[in-house]
T-cell receptor
């Protein structure tokens, strides 16, 4: 079946450090891939997306590239801020219109 | 995009009782979904709310426990029936827009605590 795997957290970084959160997936067909972010006490927000192989999604300094050959969609940011502290969810959506979420990775950025 | 509101935002309920959660969207949407997020966990799809017909439930979720209504294209309700402490979770409504290239948007969630 379809599934999403993320690196385990929590991840703690100092401000301005480089961030990578690994995400790999298993899916039949050609899924669309997403990163969602959940800030403390808030709902889920779409951070970025990619709908086909080699697409790069980007938003708020975050980037992720859809790599079909490695079935990966790693999230990166060159310089994190305290305000980036949140839980990040990698997700995929197949043609059956269901979003499947990874377990989430908690990120804490310290000044 | 879509603006989604949920009511209530949070509630504390006694075991054995039921709670109905409302989801309102500011535009007509093709698909609406209900998710559950247990404490410290990821999101799990409960069901797809179908307009004018019975909801489609995921494995492990049944209509008797989580009855869902969707009377029109902008509104849906989820009821959590005969609650137990294990039902303590955040319940999220989600929508997919027609022609949105597979984007889903989420409501702010309803935080339920069962004592």
């Amino acid at each position: 079946g379809n599934s999403v795997t993320q690196m385990e957290g929590p991840v703690t970084l100092s401000e301005e450090a480089f961030l990578t959160i690994n995400c790999t997936y298993t899916a039949t067909g050609y899924p669309s891939l997403f990163w969602y972010v959940q800030y403390p006490g808030e709902g889920l927000q779409l951070l970025l997306k990619a709908t086909k192989a080699d697409d790069k999604g980007s938003n708020k300094g975050f980037e992720a590239t859809y790599r079909k050959e490695t079935t990966s969609f790693h999230l990166e940011k060159g310089s994190v801020q305290v305000s980036d502290s949140a839980v990040y969810f990698c997700a995929l959506r197949t043609s059956y219109d269901k979003v499947i979420f990874g377990p989430g990775t908690s990120l804490s950025v310290i000044p | 995009s879509a603006v989604i509101s949920q009511k209530p935002s949070r509630d504390i309920c006694q075991r054995g009782t039921s709670l109905t959660i409302q989801c309102q969207v500011d535009s007509q949407v093709t698909m609406m979904f209900w998710y559950r997020q247990q404490p410290g966990q990821s999101l799990t799809l409960i069901a797809t709310a179908n307009q004018g017909s019975e909801a489609t439930y995921e494995s492990g979720f049944v209509i008797d426990k989580f009855p869902i209504s969707r009377p029109n294209l902008t509104f849906s309700t989820l009821t959590v029936s005969n609650m137990s402490p294990e039902d303590s979770s955040i319940y999220l409504c989600s929508v997919a827009l027609k022609g949105s290239s597979y984007e889903q948007y989420f409501g702010p969630g309803t935080r339920l605590t069962v004592t």
